[in-house]
């Protein structure tokens, strides 16, 4: 009998696990098919409870941590795949999915600090902004950053909630400064005192600091309020242990052996077992070798931090160490109360707080001193404060005490040293830093710090090429010092930061002219953009389908929304992927999405009634009225009565902003401004605000006001510009020409466009004598622009040329324009042959030019240049020519193209009139630089400098341009030139000088 009841116990243990299995694989199982449909909410609750019963299944935290990306919270997120990592160092998709979060949280983090001290820098009293800058760094683990945050919050809010004292006390804790927070969390436990987290806290504090029964009280105390508090439990384990014995052991000879001296043995056969080590340092520590003990400290922290058996480890060590400074300081405090005038007590007294990070304390004691002995203290007492103040991040009281002994003795190296590392932790007078810190490094080219500061100062002012330099004359001193690591890292993530900040600057600027409409410019940027990144997010993606939805580009986002799911089942972008096929009316592909969508949908899902709006416009393009209005006001009747619906994106706004958008998508212009002026009247926030009235401008005219408008386009132009320009052209060979007009651009509608311009021509030649050396010659041209797409246009000009000495003749001429990363165009004119052939002698010579031209151009940004000049002329005195550019040109610092010309001139024979060499070639390097690009104003320089082997002579040219644009209305260009060539068996100079504007008058 006994024997089936224990076959039956067993079945139903074995049951029961396999039930409990199956049920926790059930709710992954759920929260898999919920992250399919976007409901990252309802995938997270099934994902706490998983977790909750499979703590080390890495695979839980790397989903839930997803969830949490796509719900947009970050820190969350990262601190999910952080354990998933841990728990499965070796999976590449984990780790690769939490660098691509920190890539996108990071950024986000830093930009909120300068938000944040740009509104310090408008109400410093306010102290929110200081918390907030703290939240930021401890996110970014800058932990030293974080405390002087902190620090600052706190001086402004005395009122704290636990939770910010609790989130200061890990800072504090990664900082060492363990006095500090035990001061803080005993005022704050006095406050809050059933706040369990608080004295669980107060707790470990204490015991760091070997006060063992104040910290046993504190952890009972916490579970006075919460008796299974896990973290408290610990703590009272460790408060209660009794402390080590010191013993003797005996080794296998039978010899009496000391620990330390065994340890030390085996510490040298097994460097890599870290146990030995935290024994010895146990034996140390004993017999109060505390210096060896520290030294342990040091190498096991240099390499084996990462190791979770460091990790636990070292809290119990450290507060041993504490424990035996704790005597130290009992022993130099008698002393000092038996004399109060010895300053080596003082001192070591002093040294003693600091190396247990309590700055305060030491400080206390140093002011004391100084201010009992004011004409008596030596300057290693003022240094001493000094120093003690700036580790404590008082600079201000540093940078005075260090001031009073520069000026007493400006060449001490330890003095300079010290402020100049000041100068690079303010951020501040870095001139000042580099004088003092190459100074001491000068004179002592090994000392480390120095040379570590050097690196952190050159990081900061983004001289990547020096901070190497000085990071790799640190590690070939010592390579795994504290501050080599330490600075590596600093000079790293400035690195990466620069870089960053280079490449997202062109994102943000693509975004901001997506916001000023400038759709084609933001397009641009966002293709710039994705050339220098990795992989562009999905976010970033549905970004760029924004701006080219706008373009009207819809089959273009078609592309990008199904490269997007085939990587990615989401439900949202298969609805923006729908509301794309109804702008090109394409109704079966429409329904055929939609039809998709609903099938993965319940159906009773709050998200349907908006499927169901764009359901109801596929069925109008379907030919099916009826339906399709029915379906319309059931949808419109769901939105408007249900107060309850479940966010799609995970906020109000997001939800409400994605409703308008299909509103707007569906031609129902009215419901989609409606939803869009509530939205403006429920939120504050200014950028919310603006990216809701930039949705408000995108919508077109509709019911009475669209009737007004058309009948307004009719009557009005499209758009209207005005271009003024000049040119200048002088030489040494007695020739100048200058030329002043103004051309007039009509666009009728989007397509066609009319214009016309006028140009006065002056020549001047000393090669004729008395009052015959000027000519003059006007143009007028009328113009036909067509605009077949928004990269192609067809230009077609009609107009006269006449002057005082010849007849009214014709001029005309006819272009092709493509312009995009890559440029083309092809264009013939027909005009008087001297506004082509600059010359002397032929201002009184009455014959024309054709000229036929193709200009093509490849630029990929940071990359390469390729471009084709091409001119062929034919002149009415039987005369024809050739002139060819080729040049091909790499990026090879920032901003700076480098590259090689090739230049041919070749007519059918020498005029002695006008410049027309046969087989004249030339081979030169160029370059050009973007020397600045900044808000409204761009300049570039450029130049090149080459060989014509058929004259044997040396060319040259210097050239620059200019792009201003003072204001939306009005864009002002500029092109210099200067150089020099051969022409006519002799040395041939020139300047050329070329203005022009344009101002949108409509």
Request: hydrophobic share 35%; proline share 2%.
């Amino acid at each position: 009998m006994s024997k089936i009841l224990n076959i039956v116990f067993v079945f139903i243990i074995f049951t029961t696990v396999l039930t409990a299995q199956k049920n926790y694989e059930n709710l992954k199982r759920r929260s898999m098919i919920h992250i399919r449909a976007e409901r990252y909410g309802e995938a997270i609750d099934q994902l706490n409870k998983y977790i909750s019963a499979n703590a080390r299944d890495a695979e839980g935290y790397n989903l839930r941590g997803i969830c949490y990306e796509n719900r947009e919270q970050y820190d969350y997120a990262v601190y999910d795949l952080r354990i998933a990592v841990r728990l499965e160092p070796g999976n590449s998709e984990y780790r690769n999915n939490l660098n691509r979060i920190i890539n996108i949280w990071y950024p986000i983090l830093y930009k909120k600090i300068e938000g944040y001290k740009r509104e310090i820098a408008i109400d410093p009293a306010n102290p929110f902004n200081y918390l907030e800058i703290g939240k930021c760094y401890k996110n970014l683990e800058e932990w030293k950053n974080a405390e002087l945050w902190y620090d600052k919050y706190l001086a402004r809010d005395n009122d704290a909630s636990p939770d910010e004292i609790i989130r200061y006390s890990i800072i504090l804790e990664k900082n060492r400064h363990i006095r500090k927070g035990e001061k803080i969390l005993k005022e704050w436990v006095e406050r809050y005192p059933e706040d369990w987290r608080l004295w669980s806290r107060y707790g470990y504090f204490t015991l760091w600091l070997g006060k063992y029964k104040i910290a046993e009280d504190a952890f009972s105390n916490a579970l006075a309020f919460k008796p299974y508090f896990k973290e408290a439990l610990d703590g009272l384990d460790l408060a209660r242990k009794e402390g080590y014995l010191i013993q003797l052991q005996i080794d296998n000879s039978g010899r009496k052996v000391y620990p330390i001296d065994r340890l030390y043995w085996l510490i040298k056969k097994y460097p890599e077992k870290i146990d030995y080590r935290f024994d010895l340092i146990s034996e140390l520590i004993k017999v109060n070798r505390l210096q060896e003990a520290l030294n342990q400290f040091k190498y096991l922290e240099a390499h084996h931090s990462e190791d979770e058996n460091y990790t636990s480890k070292i809290e119990n060590t450290g507060s041993i160490i504490d424990s035996i400074r704790n005597k130290r300081i009992e022993l130099f405090t008698t002393e000092l109360k038996e004399d109060p005038t010895n300053e080596d007590s003082v001192i070591k007294l002093a040294e003693e707080y600091a190396h247990s990070f309590d700055y305060e304390a030491a400080l206390e004691i140093l002011k004391e001193y100084m201010n009992g002995n004011e004409n008596s203290f030596s300057d290693i007492v003022r240094f001493r404060f000094a120093q003690y103040s700036a580790w404590n991040y008082d600079f201000e009281n540093a940078i005075e005490q260090l001031d009073i002994l520069l000026e007493k003795d400006a060449e001490n190296l330890d003095y300079r040293l010290l402020r100049g590392q000041i100068a690079v932790w303010v951020v501040g007078d870095f001139d000042l830093a580099e004088k003092y810190l190459l100074s001491v490094h000068e004179a002592r080219p090994k000392n480390i710090t120095a040379i570590t500061t050097l690196v952190q100062l050159y990081a900061w002012k983004r001289n990547f090429e020096k901070a190497n330099e000085y990071l790799n004359l640190a590690k070939s001193i010592d390579e795994n010092s504290d501050l080599v690591i330490a600075s590596e890292e600093a000079y790293l993530k400035h690195l990466n930061q620069a870089k960053f900040e280079e490449i997202f600057a062109i994102r943000v600027e693509a975004q901001n002219l997506a916001l000023e409409k400038e759709f084609e410019a933001s397009k641009e940027k966002y293709d710039e953009y994705f050339e220098q990144i990795d992989e562009p997010t999905k976010s970033e993606y549905i970004e760029y389908t924004d701006v080219l939805n706008a373009l009207e580009e819809y089959d273009e986002s078609i592309e990008i929304y199904k490269n997007i799911l085939e990587v990615d089942d989401d439900l949202s972008v298969k609805r923006r992927m729908a509301m794309s096929y109804i702008w090109i009316k394409d109704s079966e592909m429409a329904l055929s999405t939609i039809h998709e969508i609903k099938s993965e949908m319940e159906s009773d899902d709050d998200e349907l009634f908006i499927v169901n709006l764009l359901y109801a416009k596929a069925l109008q393009l379907d030919g099916k009225p009826e339906e399709a209005e029915e379906l319309l006001d059931s949808a419109k009747m769901k939105m408007r009565d249900s107060d309850e619906l479940k966010l799609i994106d995970d906020s109000k706004f997001k939800t409400d902003l994605f409703i308008g958008d299909v509103y707007a998508s569906i031609e129902e212009y009215g419901e989609a401004e409606d939803i869009y002026n509530s939205m403006i009247e429920e939120t504050s926030d200014s950028s919310e605000i603006k990216i809701v009235k930039q949705r408000i401008d995108w919508l077109p005219e509709y019911g009475f006001g669209a009737g007004a408008s058309s009948l307004l386009n009719v009557l009005l132009p499209y758009h209207m510009g005005l271009s003024p320009f000049g040119s200048f052209y002088k030489d040494n060979q007695d020739f100048l020409t200058w030329s002043a007009g103004s051309a007039l651009d009509i666009g009728l509608n989007k397509f066609i466009g009319v214009g016309g311009s006028f140009t006065h021509y002056y020549f001047y030649s000393d090669y004729y004598a008395g009052n015959y050396n000027t000519k003059e010659i006007n143009r007028l041209l009328g113009n036909v622009n067509l605009f077949w797409h928004k990269y192609f246009t067809t230009n077609i000009s009609y107009g006269i040329l006449n002057s005082t000495d010849i007849d009214e003749k014709e001029t005309w001429g006819l272009s092709l324009n493509y312009v995009n990363k890559f440029s083309a165009s092809f264009s013939y004119n027909k005009t008087d042959a001297r506004t082509i052939l600059y010359s002397p002698k032929i201002l009184f010579k009455d014959f024309d030019a054709e000229m036929y031209q193709m200009n093509i151009e490849y630029d990929k940004k940071n990359k390469m240049h390729l471009s084709l000049l091409y001119k062929y002329y034919t002149l009415t005195d039987n005369n024809k020519g050739n002139d060819l550019r080729f040049r091909f040109g790499k990026r090879f610092v920032d901003y700076s193209l480098i590259g090689y010309e090739y230049y041919f001139i070749d007519f059918g024979r020498i005029d002695p009139l006008y410049y027309s060499p046969q087989d004249f070639s030339s081979h030169s390097i160029w370059a050009k630089a973007d020397v600045y690009n900044e808000d409204n104003l761009d300049i570039n320089l450029g130049g090149k400098f080459g060989y014509a082997p058929s004259v044997d002579y040396v060319l040259s040219e210097i050239n620059g341009e200019i792009d201003y644009n003072p204001y939306k209305f009005l864009k002002i260009s500029g092109e210099a030139s200067i150089g020099r060539s051969f022409r006519y068996d002799s040395a041939y100079t020139y300047i050329s000088l070329y203005v022009s504007a344009y101002m949108s008058i409509y």
